[in-house]
């Protein structure tokens, strides 16, 4: 059934995608700033009863009214997995976005793409250049779907998966919400959020990097994510990027992550670093990395879909 179950979530998206902007969201995000304002009092612990409080009261309804649907009918309750599937999955969410700036680059069109990528982002796109624009996009799609599609996947693999799935995505929301705008962030109340998204997508993280090793090229991208995701700030963002990165031999990151601004491997470039463990491989990001990113995430959703595959089948037959 969970197999089923996300093969008609991603079927059902595919026809009538939710936007970021649906009511379903918009009412978790008002209910997410609403016990920020009643729990943050200034110290770390009211952060740790908001979080909980937030989590509780979204997972657990979705938990009670899975067991009351398989107690009715088995098919009420794969109608509501389908629901809740659709529902925290979010592979299309901003692929308009992406597909925008993609065509706009793909034509010579910069200043619509920079004006598109400054919608979406919410940061100052003036004067950049292709590369960085193209780096961005790229970067930004490979994280958000881990976040929507491959962290969901894993928890719905959990007991009580409707429950864990919802659990997750309000976990990542409150783990940005609460954390930003900047100002935010030196406020000890989204502390315990941050960490607690930070333990729970661990192993996520690493299953997603692992699937664009195994659909890419898997040596570039164990070398990568081996000596590179520790240069990040964002530990699990480095995991996704430098695998992911590797995977399509494109480079990514910032000059402050060390990644890319040095130029590609040649003997010169061995002797001037002194070792092989700290040259990135991989090319300048540019219009054709998000074509090779489209196809790494489907790649990757395909190995995923084959996976949970072999598990039903596993589990029908046992």
Request: aromatic residues 14%; charged residues 15%.
């Amino acid at each position: 059934m969970t197999f089923l179950s996300i093969l008609f979530a991603l079927l059902i998206e595919q026809l009538k995608p939710l936007r970021a902007d649906n009511p379903i969201y918009m009412l978790v995000r008002s209910f997410s700033t609403r016990v920020e304002n009643w729990f943050n009092a200034g110290h770390a612990h009211h952060g740790q009863l908001g979080w909980a409080f937030v989590v509780l009261a979204l997972s657990v309804p979705t938990a009670v009214v899975y067991w009351i649907c398989l107690h009715i009918n088995i098919f009420l309750a794969f109608a509501w997995n389908v629901l809740i599937v659709y529902l925290t999955l979010g592979f299309r969410h901003y692929s308009h976005y992406f597909t925008s700036i993609q065509l706009a680059l793909n034509t010579g069109d910069e200043v619509t793409a920079r004006a598109l990528l400054a919608e979406w982002t919410k940061q100052d796109t003036t004067g950049m250049e292709v590369s960085e624009i193209s780096r961005i996009v790229a970067e930004r799609a490979l994280i958000t779907t881990h976040r929507n599609v491959f962290g969901v996947f894993f928890w719905f693999l959990m007991p009580v998966g409707p429950a864990c799935a919802v659990m997750y995505r309000v976990a990542e929301h409150l783990a940005r919400a609460w954390n930003e705008p900047d100002h935010m962030r030196s406020e000890v109340f989204g502390r315990f959020a941050a960490r607690a998204f930070y333990l729970i997508d661990w192993i996520p993280v690493r299953l997603t990097a692992a699937a664009f090793a195994v659909v890419g090229n898997f040596e570039d991208a164990i070398y990568a994510w081996r000596n590179f995701a520790g240069k990040w700030q964002d530990e699990a963002a480095g995991i996704i990027l430098s695998a992911g990165g590797g995977a399509m031999g494109v480079r990514f990151g910032t000059a402050a992550e060390n990644v890319a601004e040095i130029l590609p491997v040649d003997a010169a470039t061995v002797d001037s670093l002194g070792s092989e463990s700290e040259i990135p491989l991989g090319e300048a990001p540019s219009p054709r990395t998000l074509q090779s990113t489209v196809g790494l995430v489907w790649r990757a959703l395909l190995l995923w879909m084959f996976l949970l595959l072999l598990l039903s089948f596993a589990v029908w037959l046992g």
